[in-house]
């Protein structure tokens, strides 16, 4: 038996209320040996007295030593296990720009590369060429026409921008254009299936027309496209756990990945004040709520330790604004940590921290790394997160009699 | 490979002794924040030293957040995955009043209900019936006939009874007949293939001389049927890890449990002292002892603090008994949590002690929630007691060379 298919026998829905709030990458390392981490370098009364209460933890997000990016952190996070459901690379990158992947959809990442006269690759990412003058040839790429296709193209950074093919029946097995090496033409994409024979039909028509479009641009004359995928058909929280879920997030990829799972997307904060303003304003609304606060992550990537600290601490600040809505069960936790001795995702278990009043206290005094290791939750898989909210919600009825 | 199937091939034999020591439901939760557990208030002497001596740690009973009933909680202690092994709820209905379902058997579980003029339900529990009327009306249901079928009819509780028809082939998948609602007759039962086709055959006979047997009954005037199923097969403890294994409880659920799996269950205990002495009756005729106390578990169902605490102080005082026939390896633990706080099973890790002489020992100086979380076992899945406790026994062979 699928263990989700066991979850949703057993859902049950009552009154209660449950809050994941997430601080991306929160998860981190001690800048010099036998020093805190930054959660523990930071001052977070509020979360050291949720702590004290409630009961901690570190999740695996998806298994030991394996990194996760943003979609497979955050599909851990929703109860999904990363290594079975999976995003297509072009979805998520449609995604994380706020692009809305339908079912008639192939999402496509796209490259502006250097080619030579011989169309052979000079330079694969187009000499770095920077977003200000990346941005107005995806748009110009918008002028190309393909009969029963509607097309989108839309910027993202610098040398990288997405493509989404839309029309009935399109399948998504064709390969990436881009041969991983340079003095070669770009390959050419073939599909696997009929399906997919007209999508790779399509990419290059796309792609003939594009090179004329580009063709007098003196690093962006030419491109290649990866990942195509169409939108994966994910469980809901609905259907799953018995749960309205909201969203509440700045950036666009985290909100396509909530919707992907089902959840409502709401409001359109700015900051992280913001997220909590439209926290408090839909709470009768939804028994799912879903925060998502990206700068730890951000600042964990840049690699500063100290401004990593300073976020934390704002969002320690918020902490008793959520906790005066009263939940039923309160989460804190990230999808992966980004320590910033790193400067980048990693690996490491990431604490987690449970408050209820069915929650088994421990010993733990603090929210950080250290007292997490000694928690009463243990070290789990970041896919029994969701089970323990709701368990401790009492939204799972026993398992046989 | 199963992991079954690795403990099958490194099973070895041996004289050791090993003893599972369960109190049902022993794990809890505090009655008032900052407070002890019922494991922890109660005065433990024994099992503290035991504790001191031995390796603690805490048990997942199926996956975290998941609240196991007896069954389940039972399979996993005896190292069945309670997920892949599954106890059809009509054969836990008998098994629980002590009837042991045969190989020819499908057994159900009924309930009576009450029938408006034109059959539809009006209550679907007869009004809460007593047991001391309702078992009376299950025993002259006795009186139904059905050519070429054996039929047993068992009363249980209140509104509750079991049915057992035996006969050779018969299915059991059947579709239970409660409509889980009211004002609509009860739903006609249903087989799946042939074999399924002839059980429902029967129980519509059943059913039709059933309510003619009740037709004047105020309340208790109809029935439905549910959890139609056979006798599951299930890895024995002789096969499965070469162990003469005997069972000793007082209830005639856990009796049943034990004898699916295949242990003998000896003597007619009333009580754990009683228990005690089947336990060193029999000590040389076997090689595993399941020791069943029940009273943990129903004192945290009332919701009873205190009285938990006096049925655990009951538990402990008997140890020394158990100590004094020199087991190689002795368990203390229970099949779930059932915290008085919650009057109910939960899905709270369960503790657990290991002694043996070759036990790696921990720093745990007490039998409690917060010490075994700091224990030498970790956390860890239930379906690992039973390879903890043979290879502790030297009955585990080196896997690979």
């Given at each position: 038996?699928?263990f989700?298919d066991?979850?949703?026998?057993?859902?049950?829905?009552?009154?209660?209320?449950?809050v994941?709030l997430?601080?991306?990458g929160?998860?981190?390392?001690?800048c010099?040996?036998?020093?805190?981490?930054?959660?523990?370098?930071a001052?977070?009364?509020?979360?050291?007295?949720l702590?004290?209460?409630?009961?901690?933890?570190?999740?695996?997000?998806?298994?030991?030593?394996?990194?996760?990016?943003?979609?497979?952190?955050?599909l851990?996070?929703?109860?999904?296990?990363?290594?079975?459901?999976?995003?297509?690379r072009?979805?998520l990158e449609?995604?994380g720009i706020?692009?809305?992947?339908g079912?008639?959809?192939?999402?496509?990442?796209?490259?502006?590369?250097?080619?030579?006269?011989?169309?052979?690759?000079?330079?694969?990412?187009?000499g770095?060429?920077?977003?200000?003058?990346?941005a107005?040839?995806a748009?110009?790429?918008?002028?190309?026409?393909?009969?029963g296709?509607?097309i989108?193209?839309?910027?993202?950074q610098?040398h990288?921008?997405?493509?989404?093919?839309?029309?009935?029946?399109?399948?998504?097995?064709?390969?990436?254009?881009d041969?991983?090496?340079?003095g070669?033409?770009?390959?050419?994409?073939?599909?696997?299936?009929p399906?997919?024979?007209?999508?790779?039909?399509?990419?290059?028509?796309?792609?003939?027309?594009a090179?004329k479009?580009?063709?007098?641009?003196?690093?962006?004359n030419?491109?290649?496209?990866?990942?195509?995928?169409?939108?994966?058909?994910l469980?809901?929280y609905?259907?799953?756990y018995g749960?309205?879920?909201a969203?509440i997030?700045?950036?666009?990829?985290y909100k396509?990945?909530?919707?992907l799972?089902?959840?409502?997307v709401?409001?359109?904060?700015?900051?992280?004040?913001e997220?909590?303003d439209?926290?408090?304003?839909?709470w009768?609304?939804?028994?799912?709520?879903f925060?998502?606060?990206?700068?730890?992550?951000?600042?964990g990537?840049?690699g500063?330790f100290?401004?990593?600290?300073?976020?934390i601490?704002?969002?320690?600040?918020?902490?008793?604004?959520?906790?005066?809505?009263?939940?039923?069960?309160l989460?804190?936790?990230?999808?992966?940590?980004?320590?910033?001795a790193?400067?980048s995702h990693?690996?490491?278990p990431?604490?987690?921290?449970l408050?209820?009043?069915t929650a088994?206290?421990?010993?733990?005094?603090?929210?950080?790394?250290?007292?997490?290791?000694?928690?009463?939750?243990?070290q789990?898989?970041?896919?029994?997160?969701?089970?323990?909210?709701?368990a401790?919600?009492g939204?799972?009825?026993k398992f046989?009699?």
């Amino acid at each position: 038996m699928d263990f989700l298919d066991v979850i949703r026998e057993l859902k049950t829905r009552n009154d209660s209320k449950l809050v994941m709030l997430i601080a991306d990458g929160i998860g981190g390392l001690p800048c010099e040996p036998g020093g805190p981490t930054e959660l523990e370098a930071a001052r977070t009364p509020n979360l050291d007295r949720l702590a004290r209460q409630g009961v901690l933890g570190m999740m695996i997000p998806i298994k030991p030593g394996i990194t996760p990016g943003s979609g497979p952190g955050h599909l851990g996070l929703f109860g999904l296990d990363p290594l079975k459901y999976v995003i297509g690379r072009g979805v998520l990158e449609a995604t994380g720009i706020g692009f809305q992947v339908g079912p008639n959809d192939v999402a496509v990442r796209c490259n502006f590369v250097t080619l030579d006269a011989d169309r052979t690759i000079k330079d694969r990412r187009a000499g770095r060429i920077p977003t200000s003058e990346s941005a107005p040839l995806a748009v110009r790429l918008r002028q190309v026409q393909i009969p029963g296709v509607e097309i989108f193209v839309e910027p993202v950074q610098e040398h990288r921008f997405a493509v989404i093919f839309r029309a009935e029946g399109l399948g998504d097995h064709v390969n990436d254009t881009d041969p991983q090496k340079t003095g070669v033409p770009p390959l050419e994409p073939v599909g696997e299936d009929p399906a997919s024979q007209r999508t790779a039909e399509i990419a290059r028509k796309f792609i003939a027309q594009a090179e004329k479009l580009l063709a007098h641009e003196p690093k962006a004359n030419g491109l290649t496209l990866r990942g195509f995928s169409k939108k994966p058909v994910l469980p809901t929280y609905e259907e799953t756990y018995g749960l309205r879920a909201a969203a509440i997030a700045v950036y666009p990829m985290y909100k396509g990945l909530a919707a992907l799972v089902g959840m409502e997307v709401v409001g359109q904060p700015k900051t992280l004040e913001e997220e909590i303003d439209v926290l408090a304003r839909v709470w009768n609304d939804y028994d799912f709520f879903f925060v998502h606060f990206k700068y730890t992550d951000s600042r964990g990537e840049d690699g500063n330790f100290a401004e990593k600290v300073r976020m934390i601490e704002q969002f320690d600040a918020i902490v008793p604004r959520v906790e005066s809505l009263r939940p039923t069960v309160l989460v804190v936790t990230g999808d992966h940590s980004t320590p910033a001795a790193l400067g980048s995702h990693s690996w490491h278990p990431v604490p987690v921290l449970l408050w209820a009043a069915t929650a088994r206290p421990d010993a733990c005094q603090a929210f950080g790394e250290s007292e997490a290791l000694r928690g009463g939750l243990g070290q789990f898989e970041a896919i029994y997160l969701m089970p323990l909210m709701l368990a401790h919600a009492g939204r799972l009825a026993k398992f046989g009699a």
